[in-house]
């Protein structure tokens, strides 16, 4: 099977552009589009989830802005406009090339693209979410350091204290990911706009009126997810009827392990089980 590799830069506006990367089959049977994680570059999606290329499913992905060849600067609040512009580039594509399209996102990237999907009147035929972060909640994070702190001081304080604990939490949260004064992972912190990053996070909310009553998702979760547990203590009861509020018609599976899969058996399983989503859509 020859599979092709495209990339291009698409305008969004006011001079800025968007990277993109696709990956083709020779006869495609769907389109899956792949929002990027903060932090991360388009490559480390379509690497992700390169095996559905074998499946014949064509992959699309992108930068947010600050992030590789994207102009602009990042807040939290640009990866909402970028995923709505390269869903809607994508979404053009499908249309124009007669196949159906199917949305994955992990994490926080689960908020740009149900967003997105909302506001272009549900393009997808079905969304898998993984693991998805569905709100910001600034108090479960000063909740969850507290506890972080009292564990690793449990009966000091201090600005210098404070400092290393902040580092360990945030290793704590995204083990693996190279972290700096000066970046986050591939994000420059002189490509981001700080304030109003800082700003987003307590005031936005963009999921709060998003309802996808048409497309069927799945929703894959670990049993021992900190990152979940963090904005949703009954992860178990609360998170669910959170997503089905979202997308009334969601599947749920778990998975073992914790928020970031280091398991190969739970990957496996997690691949499985969205090929047979994907293969069971009315769309294919």
Request: with cysteine; charged share 20%.
């Amino acid at each position: 099977m020859s599979i092709a590799f495209e990339k291009g830069i698409y305008p969004i506006g006011q001079g800025n552009t968007l990277e993109w990367t696709r990956v083709r089959n020779p006869s495609p049977r769907g389109l899956v589009f792949l929002p990027p994680l903060i932090g991360g570059n388009l490559s480390q999606q379509i690497g992700m989830f390169r095996w559905l290329t074998r499946n014949s499913y064509d992959l699309i992905s992108f930068n947010y802005s600050g992030h590789g060849n994207s102009s602009d600067k990042f807040s939290l609040r640009s990866t909402l406009r970028d995923t709505s512009h390269m869903l809607q580039y994508a979404h053009s594509l499908s249309k124009k090339e007669q196949l159906p399209l199917f949305g994955i996102a992990s994490c926080y990237s689960a908020i740009p693209l149900l967003y997105a999907a909302y506001c272009l009147k549900e393009p997808f035929g079905g969304v898998v979410l993984i693991n998805a972060v569905l709100k910001l909640s600034p108090g479960a994070v000063v909740r969850s350091f507290g506890a972080h702190y009292r564990r690793i001081f449990p009966t000091r304080i201090g600005i210098k204290k404070t400092l290393t604990a902040i580092g360990h939490y945030v290793d704590f949260l995204f083990p693996g990911i190279r972290k700096g004064k000066e970046r986050f992972g591939l994000l420059e912190r002189k490509r981001v706009k700080l304030l109003n990053t800082l700003a987003d996070f307590f005031i936005l909310d963009p999921l709060k009126r998003v309802c996808l009553q048409d497309t069927p998702a799945l929703c894959l979760y670990a049993s021992q997810d900190r990152i979940l547990d963090i904005y949703d203590g009954g992860v178990r009861i609360d998170y669910k009827k959170e997503v089905r509020r979202i997308c009334p018609r969601t599947f749920f599976r778990p998975l073992d392990g914790n928020h970031f899969l280091p398991r190969k058996a739970a990957r496996d399983k997690a691949a499985n089980y969205i090929n047979t989503f994907l293969k069971d859509l009315p769309a294919n």
